[in-house]
């Protein structure tokens, strides 16, 4: 079976059918040969032999063939403290721990334990995981490490009284996860299988049955969904996200139509529990573009009619300047879906698309398939459930840039008025008085810098993703230089919009990763980034700088980016360019670069 | 549809064998993937179809096709 085909009959999976999931486990031999995508090593105290199994079946649904090392049932202190060990020989570049309460019940405190002894008690066990991740990464730098929370069990011989005391089990349990948080290092990931285990119900998680049987640490039937958990993690970690939600008005975010209703009539009254389905779904919204999600509008009414209620209406909590793009007219709504990914400047397959009327979500999953459609409920009091539950804005972390982001967005009808009272496009750049700056990566801006770096499609020129832990491992080494390059306009502050690695090798300095923001696109911020670059190569006295383009789905704009600077074009194949920049060369080519900007230092 | 032709569509399920063909005396031994891991899922698939539950001790002692009709008839 080819790996498309295999795929193909895993996407149409529900990931409750563990009867198929454990099937397609058992298929997975008869995948043709290809080469591996990545190396996972899954360790862990309970069985997790049908773990692995499903796990790299669900790893399929996003692409991803991925070979499994499988530790030995209990075996995570053999595997992570013997320095010789099958899984370091096996060398995985993420690693999946997977504790289970029942560890670590026997080191709760004593009852009536005090405060000191309880910390003690937490400390010692959050210490052990700590010490755990912290040898794997000595080991393997560039690993990420996916670490499950414990589950805190159900059963507490104090009962209710548990609740109310630090020694007793469930609490020990929770303070042990915080304690995990608070210590939390970049290259660990963690995955709340706690909140999974309470969303499903804990008494059906749990079955004490399998786990005497077979050392399960949790019923078989909810296999799928504790793979998905971490499988969803990789999609995130290999640049897949979804960053803006498209959403319908009437009967969406108020209820009835406003066109026929008014403004003043439509469903949006707290005092009504309809209405108040609404409010609370519009809370949810307001906090997504508060973490940095775009919020657009896409509407079949007339601009005027859609737009009132955000104006008049004083129970709207959405505002007009809540919404990125406004789209209320009588197109259909997958034409206007490309015109917001267009005007925003971000892919169809980062965006998602709400909308309570079935018709329109069938014409979009059609015409727009890159586009994630949320399955809406009938019953607005169950619109946040739906669209959290979609799970589709998984992010890899979150940034300040994600939240200014919205404004810079919002600040883009201002730039639009400055550019009409403008004679050239030169002179629109002075006047927006832009300010850039060149830093070295540092402990504010890594995880900006992973994000931009695995996040970049379209202005990207190797599309190399990097977790976590590789930055953190480039970061202290010798031989490579990332910088980062933030921008700020009379507008607005956009924090870090470009990133670069440099890799220093013997006599010459290849640019090993560049990748930009679209929303600075045509400021002539790569022809500052250049200049930097050549500038950073001086200084380590090399003889020349060497490039490369990679030919990807997504970016074709930056295909002759290279030629352009003036770098000369060495080999060039159906998928890739190289290119040579001379040292006696830096310095005209510096001179070159005339960037309309003002560098702060 | 008797008990035993069920049954023996959930092991053909599980061990994704259409021409499987089970009696009360197959084991382990005759079907070469039935380890403890999918006698798990067969447990499990078994209690799903016929809305039951297995002791422990059940699970850990039935030995045979027979043994796990004879239980599952005890609860129906």
Known sequence: MKFEEYRNQVEKINVSDYVELLNMGR?????????????????????????????????????????????????????????????????????????????????????????????????SV????????DTIHKKLPNCQILLSDFVEPVEDPLGSLGGNYLFSQSQFCRQVNLELIKYRKPFVKMVDIDKLAACIGKTKWFDESAYFLNKSGFALEYIGYFCEAFARQFDACMGKVRKCIVLDLDNTLWGGVVGDLGYEKIILDPNDAEGEAYIYFQKYLLSLKNRGVILAVCSKNDLKNAKEPFEKNENMILKLEDISFFAANWDDKASNIRVIAKELNIGLDSMVFFDDNPTERELVREFVPEVQVIDVPKDPAYYVRALDQSFCFEWNQITIEDINRIQSYRDNAARAELYEVCDNYDEFLTKLEMQVCWNRISDVTVARFSQLTNKSNQFNLR????????????????????????????????????????????HYCEIENWVMSCRVLKKTVEKYTAYKMIEAAEIRN??????????SKKNSMVSNLYDELGFQNITETENKKEYLLTKEKFCALQKRMNYIMKEER | MDIMNEVQEIFRKVFDDDGLIISSRTTADDIEDWDSLTHMQLIVMLEKHYKIKFTTAEIKKAANVGELIEIILQKI
């Open chain 1, 463 to 506: 599309t190399q993703r990097y977790s976590d832990a590789e930055i953190e491992a480039m970061r202290h080494s010798d031989q490579y230089e990332l910088y980062t390059v933030s921008l700020k306009d009379k507008f607005s502050n956009y924090g870090v919009i470009a990133c670069v690695i440099l890799h220093f090798q013997d």
């Open chain 1, 27 to 123: 298929k997975w031999k008869k995948i043709e040969v290809r080469p591996y995508d990545i190396k996972v090593g899954v360790i862990g105290s309970a069985s997790i032999q049908l773990i692995v199994s499903v796990l790299k079946v669900l790893l399929c649904k996003y692409g991803i063939y991925a070979d499994v090392y499988e530790g030995e049932y209990n075996g995570i202190s053999m595997d992570v403290f013997d320095s010789e060990s099958p899984f370091y020989r096996f060398g995985p570049s993420y690693v999946i721990v997977i504790p289970d309460y029942r560890d670590i019940r026997e080191r709760a405190p004593d009852i009536l334990a005090d405060g000191t002894k309880v910390e003690k008690a937490v400390g």
């Open chain 1, 542 to 551: 090399v003889d020349e700088i060497r490039a490369e383009y990679i030919l």
């Open chain 1, 126 to 133: 959050a210490g052990y995981y700590r010490k755990i991740c």
